[in-house]
């Protein structure tokens, strides 16, 4: 491993380089905040993609990656004149400093120090809820500060979180499939019904029910529906390839025969 002073050796040749490409290159020298996001977001995902792959050299490439774009928007940050580096180091540390008052203390109305005791991470996350509406551009409600742009799974997950970590939240979390079913039963009404706008409607609140038992459970419902979907990829593929080796398309199985490769794919693939 590097020590403290290599680490920060790499950072600083990591600005320089950029610095370079800016003035250099011409596709650096063009990019704006505005071009950059979407290569960011997809640079993200590459990177959400490494970490449920458990690939260390590539959670290592795309860390780099989403890395070399942050010190992007920093260099244009300086160039407009609003801020550097430096400004989103110095406030990122302050403002965990802040947040953690169970670590670091912190002097109180009364001008005395204070040190709050948090035994486990459901009461540091109910703290921190509380500390950030304290902040001086403190978010105005408590679900304002989850992002607008979040995938819908995850942003029902946060939003839940957030209102749980206010008191919001059920009594004993086995009552949450009450609730689950309700849902289940409403939306099987209203597909009997027809109405499409609120099988929809319903449907949303199945998912979002689903989602609140997760949490209650501590599932992390996204990463629960990813390991899912990768699943279902590697059976199909597995379904598909056996297709083409029997010199056949899918389209031309049998459901009957489908299943028989699915359930050897499930037998020998997990």
Known sequence: MNTREEILEAFSRLLDVQDELREKCPWDHKQTNESLRPHTIEEAFELCDAIMDGDPVEIQKEMGDVMEHLVFYAMIGREQG???MGDV?????DKLIFRHPHIYGYTNEKGEFVKPECANSEEVSQL???VKQKEKNANKTVLSGVPRSLPSLIKAYRIQDKASNVGFD???REDVWEKVYEEIGELKTELERGDKEKSEQELG???????????LYHINPDTALEHTNRKFITRFNYVEQKAKEKGRELKD?????????????????G
């Open 82 to 84: 609003l801020f550097d």
């Open 89 to 93: 180091l110095r406030k990122e540390a």
């Open 128 to 130: 921190w809820e509380r």
């Open 170 to 172: 059920w009594e004993k």
């Open 205 to 215: 609140d199945v998912i979002f029910a689903i989602v609140n038992a997760a949490r």
């Open 253 to 269: 199985l049998s459901l009957a025969e489908m299943d028989a490769l699915w359930d050897e794919a499930k037998e020998i693939k």
